[in-house]
């Protein structure tokens, strides 16, 4: 749990229209450590999303950088960056992105094939990962719009873990569920935890955040504070009323 | 005022396929609007050039041995209103060589006349004319300036055998009579009183001839008065052996018009090709608009906007892109219009003037409106049957539930490849289109090379559809012409002769008759250009073969009997053959010898046909043969250079056409291949992203893109290179069906389709590489996070 995978220092990311600079991230320093599931709140425009982008090397920082087991990746080309997500990540989103002209098996066997050959085993392990989530047979050659919106989110989540990703990086991944599909998706992602595999999570849902143990709160581009909780316990109305009361000191 | 501003707003969002669109609209606008234009103005224009020098209806050249009684024929036509003789000198085997621009020798036949005498008809009026006209001023033709690159003051040597005369141009005239050695292989110049007494002095360069211009009283029926003429001379000069040649106003101005006339037909018909291509963005870029923007479109309908004033806001859309096209293409036609008046020029022999016509702007605006607004109306159209509600929830956004025909699972193919596939497959619908395009443009690729080689450079299928014989040396002997033609025959450096003559022949069927070129030989198989297109040649004495032109005018067909009148003598054949030449109109015929007698018991052939061993020098071979019969009355000529050079007239405009089409369709494939990609990133940004996201590199992407578009490109461009090898002839002879041309027999050379479909794909690969290269530089949270354009 101590070991750090992840380290951002002075990280910044700036946007320029024209003349006008906005600053989205301002000289933050992020450290992950292995196991974590770390949820990052904040209100609209806080620059969530950036930070779990520019943290997992989708986008470059303007400034500072990024350690990825000691090493620095926020050097690396576009390309290098391409190969270091498809071994070390995995990525769920709010809007799930399946790709809507390939099966429910091609959709994660893709994902398998940027890292291994073998095509058999990456067949069966998305198989087993499939039964895992609660995806039957049934649904294999399904295309993405014939599944029900937690079904696509649960095979996204699949896909994202194919290749046993060090950290698996979520963008309100239960924000376009209804709630039976959303807590389903987030049990499956606490399994995940469990197992060993770190989470970077962006969510707005206090429901989902009560899922990590530790929480980060971002306010105009700055961690303005975080919060550290125990291991996940269900139903725990200690834990609720702690992170309750953590963000209404934010200002939540 | 609210539709022009989605309009507006839809034309602004669509950048590259609305500058597509334009192009493609300005460039069938510059082909429809100049093809019409020279189609619909060409006969006002000729016959206005013609009245402005009270140009000659018809015209007769003969030695003069027959004048009165040719002026009793003249007179005695109901058509007849007036006619000028003069004193000329006819050259029959004389040869030319621009000194300054360096060409080499050719061969033409040529008619002086004095620049001085006072004449009303066919006046002199002089282009480009020295200050001061030399001695040895010449005046000639405004086809040399134009197509031949001749100037005031150039150098012009006059040769027959080994005598040369150098004269100097002083000037250049226009008359459609001898506008184009391509019309009347002659040359008619006019040099000064001096330097016209001088040659008509010296024997050696040609024989004093009388030329007599004619004005009629109806310029529409030349043909009729030249027709009348020539049954009235049979008459009372039955071999007609100083008669040197007759030409009628209607004739002349049809023959002028013929290549000019397909020309324009050629850049009308490829407009309407591009109209087709433009018709075929206009579906692919309104399907992916409503696609796209199908949430806005369920917006402005819950807002109140019925889908009929949606569906009005993609017109207009098309209606201003199809207003601005059409005004660039209407300017560029302004700016080009100096290489249009030098093609038509160069081809017709007059000097063309583009002006600007309303009647031609209104026409090609209609045409181009109805088909760009027709096409946008029935693609834009399912905008009515959507309800805002399915609009809101995407509800016609493409769900896949076909066959997964490419599991990764079981796939042998690299992830790659069958992630390249799999777009393919996907993308049917836009790929097919877009092959659809390159595949014409392959055809037209390859039709618009084996133009230019079979006009430029190797001319002989060219030759061959004229409907001449392919013989290097042709002479003609007055008197001892069976020792001569035997002796010839047996030369060294001899291949071939054959005995092959023509007279204009007026044949009758029923109650029509038609004027016919027909020509007399023995023995048909022993030609080298085979003209018959069905049945065969004549191999009995009464027997005929006669092109469609002919038989088409006298409604007669196969099988059917014909006359021939000649000096009053009326002989029956029966038709077994059709034939095919582009040479006199189309108006041939084709007799044997011994059919030639029974019309002519007297008839001795006065022309051979000479062809010569590989090797041998055309030039060299006409000297032996004029030193070797000097004291004989016979003319000898450089047969196959002076056809190859009356050709040659045809090259420069053949040349910037098809320049001009092969630039347009490379643009056209860049401007296609650019808005396909174009489309296709933006519309699958999302799936790039996430794909960038998942770890694939840009170079996969980019490759994956490489995969599914190149098959499409390269099958394409080779499918319709292929259809271009084999269509090239047939569509040839349905645009040449007008002048009786049944089979083309042009040479495409399978090195040319190769070239093409390598040249076309590369284009394709270029324009691919250079458009899919945006997908490096963008990073995959942007990509997905921008969401669809």
Not at chain 2, 748 to 754: E, F, K, S
Request: net charge neutral; with cysteine.
């Amino acid at each position: 749990m101590e070991n750090t995978i992840l380290k951002a220092e002075m990280l910044s990311k700036t946007y320029s229209n024209g003349s006008i600079m906005q600053h989205v991230l301002k000289n933050l320093n992020i450290d992950i450590k292995a196991g974590d599931f770390t949820v990052i709140m904040g209100s609209s425009g806080s620059g969530k999303s950036t930070l779990l982008y520019a943290l997992s090397g989708m986008d470059k920082p303007t400034l500072g950088k990024i350690d990825f087991k000691g090493e620095e990746i926020s050097k690396y080309s576009n390309d290098r960056l391409a190969v270091f997500r498809r071994k070390h990540c995995g990525f769920v989103f709010q809007q799930i992105y399946l790709n809507e002209t390939m099966s429910v098996l091609d959709n994660i066997i893709i994902s398998g094939l940027l890292v291994s050959r073998d095509k058999k085993a990456i067949a069966a392990r998305a198989k087993e990962l499939l039964h895992q989530v609660g995806m039957t047979e049934v649904c294999y050659q399904k295309y993405p719009s014939q599944l029900s919106g937690g079904e696509a989110q649960r095979v996204a989540i699949v896909r994202a873990l194919i290749n046993a990703p060090e950290i698996v990086f979520a963008d309100e991944p239960t924000g376009a569920l209804n709630s039976t599909n959303a807590i389903n998706v987030l049990d499956v992602m606490t399994e995940v935890n469990a197992s060993g595999q770190s989470i970077i999570m962006v969510t707005h849902d206090i429901k989902t955040a009560r899922r990590a143990n530790r929480i980060l709160y971002l306010k105009d581009g700055v961690i303005i504070d975080e919060l550290k909780l125990g291991s996940y316990v269900k139903d725990d109305p200690q834990r609720h009323k702690i992170l309750r009361e953590f963000l209404e000191r934010m200002g939540w | 005022m609210k539709i022009l501003m989605i309009a507006t707003n839809n034309i602004r969002k669509a950048k590259v396929a609305t500058a597509t669109l334009i192009i493609l609209i300005a460039i069938a606008t510059i082909f429809l609007y100049v093809g019409i234009s020279v189609l619909s103005n060409l006969d006002t224009f000729i016959d206005g050039k013609n009245a402005e020098t009270n140009g000659a209806h018809f015209i007769s050249i003969t030695d003069g041995s027959h004048d009165a009684a040719i002026d009793q024929i003249y007179e005695s036509i109901d058509s007849y209103a007036s006619s000028e003789r003069e004193e000329g000198l006819m050259s029959m085997s004389s040869k030319y060589q621009n000194v300054d621009t360096g060409e080499e020798a050719y061969s033409l036949s040529t008619l002086f006349l004095n620049r001085e005498t006072p004449r009303d008809i066919s006046r002199v009026t002089i282009i480009d004319e020295a200050a001061q006209i030399p001695e040895n001023g010449v005046i000639v033709p405004y086809v040399l300036k134009i197509a031949n690159g001749y100037k005031t003051g150039d150098t012009l040597k006059f040769m027959v055998d080994d005598n040369t005369t150098e004269l100097e141009i002083a000037g250049f005239y226009e008359d459609l009579m001898f506008a184009s050695p391509s019309n009347v292989s002659m040359y008619k110049l006019y040099v000064g009183d001096k330097q016209f007494n001088d040659l008509m002095n010296q024997p050696v360069y040609g024989s004093k001839c009388s030329y007599s211009a004619v004005i009629t009283d109806d310029i529409d029926n030349t043909e009729a008065f030249e027709s009348q003429f020539t049954k009235d001379l049979k008459t009372v000069w039955p071999e007609r052996t100083g008669s040197y040649a007759t030409l009628s106003y209607g004739t002349m101005k049809i023959g002028v018009a013929v290549f000019i006339n397909i020309i324009m037909a050629v850049l009308v018909a490829f407009s309407i090709i591009i109209l087709a291509i433009a018709a075929i963005v206009i579906k692919f870029s309104t399907t992916t608009h409503i696609e796209n923007n199908i949430k806005n479109i369920g917006a402005l309908e819950a807002m109140g906007y019925t889908s009929g004033q949606i569906l009005g806001s993609i017109l207009v859309e098309y209606l201003l892109i199809t207003a601005v096209g059409f005004a660039v293409g209407l300017g560029a036609s302004m700016l080009i219009s100096p290489v249009i008046t030098n093609v038509v020029s160069s081809s017709i022999g007059l000097r063309w003037t583009t002006g600007i016509y309303p009647r031609t702007i209104l026409i090609s605006l209609a045409v181009i409106m109805i088909a760009v607004l027709g096409i946008s109306y029935f693609s834009a159209f399912k905008i009515k049957k959507i309800t805002p509600l399915t609009a809101l929830r995407n509800g016609i956004e493409t769900h896949h539930f076909g066959k997964n025909r490419v599991p990764l699972e079981r796939t042998k193919l690299s992830l790659n490849m069958a992630m390249g596939y799999k777009s393919l497959i996907f993308n049917k619908r836009q790929n097919l289109i877009a092959g659809l395009i390159i595949m014409m443009l392959s055809l037209v690729t390859v039709f618009s090379f084996a133009a230019y080689y079979n006009f430029a450079v190797d001319k002989s299928a060219m030759i061959k559809l004229i409907g001449l014989e392919t013989a290097e040396v042709q002479v003609t002997a007055m008197e001892n012409e069976e020792t001569i033609f035997d002796e010839i025959a047996a030369m060294p450096g001899v291949a071939d002769t054959v005995k092959l003559d023509s007279f204009d022949g007026v044949i009758k069927y029923d109650k029509k008759e038609c004027g016919a070129s027909t020509r007399i030989t023995e023995d048909y198989s022993r030609l080298k250009v085979d003209t018959c297109v069905k049945g065969r040649m004549p191999v009995n004495d009464n027997e005929i073969a006669i092109t469609s032109i002919v038989l088409n005018k006298l409604g007669a067909q196969m099988g059917d009997t014909v006359s021939i009148d000649y000096n009053g003598i009326t002989r029956e054949f029966l038709v077994v053959g059709v034939t095919q030449q582009f040479n006199m109109l189309g108006r041939g015929a084709a007799i044997t010898t011994a059919g030639m007698k029974k019309l002519m018991p007297a008839y001795q052939e006065k022309n051979l046909m000479v062809y010569l061993a590989d090797g041998e020098n055309t030039k060299s071979f006409v000297t032996r043969i004029n030193n070797q019969y000097a004291n004989q009355n016979i003319q000898t000529a450089s047969y196959f250079e002076s056809i190859e050079m009356m050709l040659d007239s045809f090259e420069a405009s053949i040349k910037i056409v098809v320049t001009g089409c092969l630039g347009i369709i490379a643009v056209i494939i860049v401007f296609v291949m650019f808005l396909v990609i174009r489309v296709r990133i933006l519309r699958e940004r999302i799936r790039l992203g996430v794909s960038k996201a998942l770890g694939f590199t840009a170079n996969q992407l980019i490759g994956q893109i490489l995969i599914s578009q190149m098959p499409v490109i390269i099958g394409a461009s080779a499918l319709g290179a292929v259809a271009g090898y084999f269509a090239t002839n047939p569509l040839l002879a349905l645009m040449l069906a007008a002048n009786g041309i049944l089979n083309c027999e042009f040479y495409v050379d399978p090195r040319l389709v190769l070239f093409t479909i390598i040249g076309i794909s590369l284009l394709g690969l270029a324009t691919v590489l250079i458009v899919a290269n945006s997908i490096r530089k963008i990073s995959p949270c942007r990509m997905f996070e921008e969401g669809v354009d």
